[in-house]
């Protein structure tokens, strides 16, 4: 499977160029050497050292720890949210837009139910869109590996804000758009103004150009504005659709300290916490990385309806 063989490279690289050995470190005298509280200071910037400026994710070698620690987790959340999107179960032409796609774990877990049997589709087009080709270039050359006459992977590297309005003038169409861990970061890094204008657009071309019987995917953390989450965005963007069936949930959060109780709630008319939250991988061989063995994020399926 694809995330196998890149997981495994992105751990030789790690392996073989330890922590502390960056001498170009972007965040300077603050690293710590460890990617691990680098990533922390991103994903809880209050963790940060007192005067570090804001740390972004512009690490290739920092990617690659990210891609081991966290793709295990990401990838089961997808695989859990396709499993119940009946109708792309039965695609000729799987044509995903992925927004964010970083290291690709919505690739992974097609490719995964693909192996599995549980996709049967004949021909896949990915394209993903993220701003930061220099983190996230090593991994996506060796996804690209993976093409073939019936898989084929692009790259966009702009930001989402930016490219969307190239997205609504084209005339290519997926029946799967996933936006994987976006809006958080989004709400991070853009002005609200700029975001809403996204979402207007966004829900302007999918009204107007995206096809009936295709899907929204949006996975995030299960988190709110106020705690630095952006899982109001899910509602905002899903109210300017038209014709659509709108599902929602989430997992128990097993590993949630201070934020929230195990039973956290999502919403108005949700279907609650799912019945399931394990990993659904072997990834005993990348304990050193201290990968997450649960899912735990907040989910909403859009449906168009035909």
Same mark, same amino acid.
């Given at each position: 499977?694809?995330?196998?063989?890149?997981?495994a490279?992105?751990?030789?690289?790690?392996?073989?160029?330890?922590?502390?050995n960056?001498?170009?470190?972007?965040y300077?005298?603050?690293?710590?050497?460890?990617?691990?509280?680098?990533?922390?200071?991103?994903?809880?910037?209050?963790?940060?050292?007192?005067?570090?400026?804001e740390?972004?994710?512009?690490?290739?070698?920092?990617?690659?720890?990210?891609?081991?620690? @966290?793709?295990?987790?990401?990838?089961?959340?997808?695989? #859990?949210a =396709?499993?119940?999107?009946?109708? &792309?179960? %039965?695609?000729?032409?799987?044509?995903?837009?992925?927004?964010?796609?970083?290291?690709?774990?919505?690739?992974?877990?097609?490719?995964?139910?693909?192996?599995?049997?549980k996709?049967?589709?004949?021909?896949?087009?990915?394209?993903?869109?993220?701003?930061?080709?220099?983190?996230?270039?090593?991994?996506?050359?060796?996804?690209?590996?993976?093409?073939?006459d019936?898989?084929?992977?692009?790259?966009?590297y702009q930001?989402?804000?930016?490219?969307?309005?190239?997205i609504?003038d084209?005339?290519?169409?997926?029946?799967?758009?996933?936006?994987?861990?976006?809006?958080?970061?989004?709400?991070?890094?853009?002005?609200?103004?700029?975001?809403?204008?996204?979402?207007?657009?966004?829900?302007? @071309?999918?009204?107007?150009?995206?096809?009936?019987?295709? #899907?929204? =995917?949006?996975?995030?953390?299960? &988190?709110? %504005?106020?705690?630095?989450?952006?899982?109001?965005?899910?509602?905002?963007?899903?109210?300017?659709?038209?014709?659509?069936?709108?599902?929602?949930?989430?997992?128990?959060?097993?590993?949630a300290?201070?934020?929230?109780?195990?039973?956290?709630?999502?919403?108005?008319?949700?279907d609650?916490?799912?019945?399931?939250?394990?990993?659904?991988?072997?990834?005993?061989?990348?304990?050193?990385?201290?990968?997450?063995?649960?899912?735990?994020?907040?989910?909403?399926?859009?449906?168009?309806?035909?």
């Amino acid at each position: 499977m694809i995330i196998d063989t890149i997981l495994a490279r992105c751990d030789e690289r790690w392996s073989s160029h330890q922590c502390g050995n960056c001498p170009s470190c972007s965040y300077g005298p603050f690293c710590r050497g460890s990617c691990e509280h680098c990533l922390d200071a991103i994903h809880n910037p209050r963790h940060a050292p007192q005067g570090a400026p804001e740390r972004k994710y512009d690490c290739a070698h920092m990617a690659d720890f990210y891609t081991c620690k @966290y793709s295990f987790r990401y990838t089961s959340e997808i695989i #859990y949210a =396709l499993k119940r999107m009946k109708y &792309l179960m %039965t695609l000729d032409h799987f044509k995903v837009l992925s927004f964010g796609c970083g290291p690709c774990t919505d690739l992974f877990a097609i490719d995964y139910l693909h192996e599995k049997g549980k996709i049967s589709y004949d021909s896949l087009e990915y394209r993903g869109i993220d701003y930061s080709r220099d983190v996230w270039e090593n991994i996506h050359r060796d996804i690209k590996h993976f093409e073939n006459d019936s898989r084929h992977i692009y790259f966009y590297y702009q930001n989402a804000c930016d490219v969307i309005h190239d997205i609504a003038d084209g005339t290519w169409t997926p029946n799967l758009i996933v936006f994987q861990y976006v809006f958080s970061d989004m709400y991070k890094h853009t002005g609200d103004e700029k975001l809403s204008e996204f979402i207007n657009v966004f829900a302007q @071309y999918f009204n107007n150009t995206v096809q009936a019987k295709a #899907y929204i =995917l949006l996975n995030d953390v299960n &988190l709110g %504005t106020a705690y630095g989450g952006g899982r109001e965005y899910f509602d905002q963007l899903s109210a300017k659709l038209s014709n659509v069936s709108v599902r929602k949930g989430r997992f128990c959060n097993d590993n949630a300290f201070g934020y929230y109780d195990r039973g956290y709630p999502y919403g108005d008319n949700s279907d609650g916490e799912f019945p399931h939250n394990a990993n659904c991988f072997d990834f005993a061989h990348y304990g050193k990385y201290s990968p997450f063995n649960t899912c735990a994020s907040a989910q909403m399926l859009i449906y168009k309806r035909g």
